[in-house]
């Protein structure tokens, strides 16, 4: 066991039973009802992390800007092709448009030459010429699923033959178990956003109790950030 592995296994020993991989009931082998829990906790781990990073800005006394928005995007998307995802997939990594990440591309030479060499590096260790499901690649279907795609198109768009990812999810309890949960998330998702109109901003008699919820970001950097009908 290495350094970290020991270091990992001792993090989430102290975190409690339900921590440790094989005590809990998602060991290899388990099935869907004891992936449940676990699969809800991941798919709510992925959705929070936009939350999670405006919350540190936040912490630090400002509200983040459109700059540290772009900035975190791009972080994802270089993450998402150094693991060897296509374009889609690494928009969808990093919650844009694929317009939009086509958009950095061309005006960010930083960026562009960034992704380049992230694509190189998934290259160089064999992570972009097999269509295998991957954590990254699941990663990309549990995210797409969450935010209104279909299950084969999210598939698609991750890189995983269709009929491949259909004989994973059907022959893999904890799969299926995570693309249940990230259906359940959505539907939630959606009741939240009743009363609201497009864009997330509260109308109408929802107005006061979606106060809250306003997204502030400060517009510093056109170039950065491109228009949405650039």
Do not use: C, K
């Amino acid at each position: 066991m290495t350094m970290y592995e020991h270091a990992t296994e001792r993090v989430a020993r102290a975190a409690g039973p339900e921590a440790v991989p094989g005590t809990d009931g998602w060991e290899q082998g388990a099935g869907p009802e004891a992936w449940e829990p676990r699969a809800e906790r991941i798919v709510s781990w992925l959705a929070a992390r936009e939350e999670a990073e405006r919350g540190l800005l936040e912490a630090l006394g400002r509200p983040p800007s459109q700059r540290d928005d772009t900035v975190a995007r791009m972080a994802e998307a270089l993450r998402a092709a150094a693991q060897g995802l296509a374009l889609p997939a690494v928009a969808v990594a990093a919650g844009v448009p694929e317009r939009m990440l086509r958009d950095w591309l061309a005006q960010d030479p930083a960026f562009a030459g960034a992704l380049r060499a992230a694509g190189a590096l998934a290259a160089g260790h064999g992570l972009t010429a097999a269509e295998e499901a991957t954590p990254a690649r699941l990663r990309v279907v549990l995210d797409a699923v969450g935010r209104g795609a279909a299950w084969p198109v999210a598939a698609a768009l991750a890189g995983i033959p269709v009929r491949r990812f259909n004989r994973l999810r059907r022959g893999t309890p904890g799969v299926e178990a995570l693309l249940e949960a990230a259906q359940r998330l959505r539907a939630r998702t959606a009741r939240e956003r009743t009363g609201r109109g497009a864009r997330g901003v509260p109308t109408g008699e929802g107005a006061a109790a979606g106060e809250g919820r306003y997204r502030l970001v400060r517009l510093d950097d056109p170039l950065l950030s491109p228009t949405e009908d650039g």
